[in-house]
């Protein structure tokens, strides 16, 4: 208590200083909550989004499924096990047909793939039902697949495949819908075909790639041959690539809390220089050298606890203002692996402000302490002398 | 109780390194302190008044031979112990005051007492009865930079005598004030060791000071010149 009350005056006494100290660690305070919490906000939303549109409650794979190997796409398909046939009468999962194929829009080849779903599905929100009952052979794009190739709902393109036995066809669709998601894995390069029409094009009658599960289910048994992909799983690579970049956008708070280090140190160091005859007369009136280090280490923290309360007097409002109307990346942030075409609302989660409030605690501790051992060989005569080693 | 001894060197020596050589500040001091004494410790500047009171306060420790405080042997003291006798016991007075800038006077007096963790209302009480006895109260509330010398260096003994210590100790207390400051200052000392029983050891070497006291030892070069005890009736004609 007594250290405390001593240490609050003198970095109050020190005025301006203190308060730049304090200012530019807030600074840092704030930088780190708002980047954190918007890539926590980024990677909530996208899994959402995800869930919503494409994950479920997780998927079904066939064995030999990989959704990075094009190349083996035409082998990963198998016939659909009798209990996820009843799966799918109950409403709890949806079948999916995946294989390659190719557009020709403006004339120029493009591979992309062609996945088959059930028009009546409920399990993912994307317009399936669009696809019902159509003479004509109709498709779903995504918004970007829809801006990279220049069609329009109600457009036509051909398509061109090679079915189980080799053989090539051809045949027009035309887009009955254009939908728009974040998720990039639904909507890049691909277009979407009522399941029986795609299973009739391929000669693959009651086949599927995958299912996704409805998000309320969770099933008893998995059918062999096939693989149990869960929900997190599914989500962990959008975490990873959320996590890769808030881990490149560190590198700018890093600086930033260096900055306020280096001004705190350096107070530190001033503070004990100017202040030795203190320090002396401090040891002269019975205080321990390791309550004088104490004292100092104190003074140096307290910047961290004042730039807490300067981070929320303009943090808060900031970091509320951005949590409401949240903020507006530019469409095409391909970049990011991620489709970010809307608003991204940060998420200030409590063991992300807690997180921040102990590391720069512990950081501005650790900086206050390291100048302070010089107190530690310094002789209270020659301090009481206003003399240094 | 009368004939206590409070301080006793035995063949103290202090040497300071210089260079390849060691310069002697200190050489065969011995003296004894009795409690209740009001000593000076005279000599001119670089005689090693300062060094026989850093020694004789714990904070600093002899080159050889033995200093001992209440009973402990110096040079044998934990920078703990150190402190806990000089938080207990002693009070410092400096020639340059030393108050803490951020406190008020009350709170630069009060902070010995947050020391020795004494209770709110004991403690009030008595930082109210040493600046009363320093008669600096109508400062209680005024930081150390709006006080004059004299104020300044009245408020440091109250903080050195709050606590009531068996030893005052005070490096030339007088050496940055008038004529008229100094006289009021060594008179306040002078009441408070009649009152409180508490021995004064100073150093000076100011003729103003050398008239209060009642034991006079020169130092010369480090070297007791000599140590003699002054009748009482000398200051008795000075008011
Ligand atoms: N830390 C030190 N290092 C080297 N020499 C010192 C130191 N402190 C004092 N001295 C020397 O010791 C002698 C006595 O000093 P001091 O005790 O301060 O004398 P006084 O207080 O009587 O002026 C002086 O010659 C001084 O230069
Ligand atoms: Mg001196």
Not at chain 2, 223 to 232: F, G, K, N, Q, Y
Request: with cysteine; aromatic share 8%; charged share 20%.
């Amino acid at each position: 208590m007594v250290l405390l009350r001593l240490a609050f005056r003198n970095i109050w006494g020190a005025g301006l200083r203190t308060w730049l100290n304090a200012i530019v660690l807030s600074i840092s305070f704030v930088a780190i909550i708002w980047t954190q919490g918007l890539y926590e906000g980024m990677a909530e939303q996208v899994s959402r989004e995800m869930i919503k549109v494409s994950v479920g409650g997780g998927q079904i794979w066939h064995s030999n499924y990989d959704p990075y190997d094009p190349l083996t796409l035409d082998e990963s398909h198998g016939q659909i096990p009798p209990i996820c046939q009843q799966w799918i009468a109950n409403d709890q999962a949806a079948p999916v047909l995946i294989h390659q194929g190719a557009i020709y829009p403006q004339g120029r080849m493009q591979q992309i793939l062609l996945k088959g779903i059930d028009p009546g599905q409920q399990i993912v929100q994307l317009p399936t039902q669009g696809l019902a009952n159509h003479d004509r052979l109709t498709g779903l794009i995504g918004a970007r697949m829809a801006r990279k190739t220049g069609l329009q709902k109600g457009d036509y393109i051909t398509i061109r495949w090679r079915d189980s036995k080799g053989v090539f066809d051809a045949a027009d669709v035309q887009i009955a819908g254009i939908f728009d998601t974040y998720a990039a894995s639904i909507d890049q390069n691909q277009i979407w075909l009522p399941l029986n029409r795609l299973q009739r094009m391929l000669a693959m009658p009651d086949q599927a790639t995958m299912f996704i599960l409805d998000r309320e289910f969770s099933p008893s048994k998995i059918p062999e041959g096939w693989l149990f992909k869960r929900q997190n799983d599914l989500l962990a690579n959008i975490q990873e690539i959320v996590q890769a970049k808030s881990v490149g956008a560190s590198i700018l708070y890093v600086v930033l809390l260096l900055l306020a280090m280096l001004a705190i140190f350096d107070t530190q160091v001033l503070s004990i220089f100017r202040r030795r005859k203190e320090i002396g007369t401090l040891i002269a009136l019975g205080m321990t050298r390791s309550r004088v280090i104490g004292l100092f280490t104190l003074e140096g923290s307290m910047h961290g606890v004042l730039a807490a309360i300067v981070a929320a007097i303009y943090g808060i409002p900031l970091l509320v203002w951005y949590a409401v109307y949240g903020l507006g990346l530019p469409i095409d942030a391909e970049n990011y692996g991620i489709a970010l075409g809307q608003r991204i609302f940060p998420i200030y989660s409590a063991g992300l402000i807690i997180g921040t409030t102990l590391l720069i605690m512990i950081v501005v501790t650790i900086i206050s302490y390291w100048p302070t051992r010089r107190i530690a060989k310094l002789k209270p005569t020659d301090a009481l002398l206003g003399k240094t080693q | 109780m009368e004939n206590e001894v409070q301080v006793k060197t035995e063949h103290l020596v202090k040497r300071y390194p210089m260079g390849a050589e060691s310069f002697p500040a200190l050489q065969d001091i011995n003296l004894q302190f009795m409690k209740g004494e009001f000593t000076g410790i005279v000599g001119p500047s670089g005689s090693g008044k300062t060094t026989l009171l850093n020694i004789i306060g714990t904070l600093d420790k002899p080159t050889e031979g033995e200093a001992l405080l209440l009973g402990k042997t110096i040079s044998k003291l934990t920078h703990k112990e150190g402190a806990k006798i000089r938080n207990e016991h002693l009070g410092f007075i400096f020639q340059t005051y030393n108050l803490l800038p951020v406190y008020t006077v009350f709170e630069n007096v009060e902070f010995p007492l947050l020391l020795l963790s004494m209770e709110k209302k004991e403690r009030d009480e008595a930082v109210w009865q040493a600046l009363e006895w320093m008669q600096i109260t109508e400062k209680a509330k005024v930081k150390p930079n709006q006080l004059s010398g004299g104020q300044a260096q009245r408020v440091a003994i109250a903080r050195s005598i709050v606590k009531k210590p068996k030893i005052v100790i005070a490096d030339e207390p007088t050496a940055n004030l008038d004529a008229k400051n100094s006289h009021r200052i060594l008179q306040l000392m002078v009441d408070l060791n009649k009152d409180l029983q508490t021995t004064f050891i100073f150093s000076t070497h100011d003729e103003k000071v050398i008239q209060y006291l009642r034991r006079i030892i020169n130092l010369e070069d480090g070297r007791v010149a000599s140590d003699e005890l002054v009748e009482l009736n000398g200051i008795a004609t000075q008011e």
